[in-house]
């Protein structure tokens, strides 16, 4: 994710570069497991509307795969 920590816009940047690795789906969970904001279809998403603090991003990728990492917004 960049930047990170973040205040506005969030990337997902993946080390490959195969249309499998596309972004499918991005869920942002606080740590307490409430599902904060959900983006399709794109690998930049808003996060200007969190509060500050720590959340998990579950990225979901067109060959359906899963990652989960670490956002911290300031």
């Given at each position: ?38 983006q ?29 990492l ?5």
């Open positions: 994710l960049v930047p990170s920590p973040a205040t506005a816009w969030v990337k997902v940047v993946s080390r490959k570069r195969s249309s499998d690795d596309a972004v499918r789906r991005i869920e942002v969970f606080s740590l307490n497991g409430q599902r904060m904001l959900e399709k279809d794109s690998d930049l998403f808003d996060v200007s509307s969190l509060a500050a603090g720590t959340y998990i991003v579950k990225v979901m990728t067109k060959g359906n795969r899963y990652e989960y670490k956002l911290i917004k300031h």
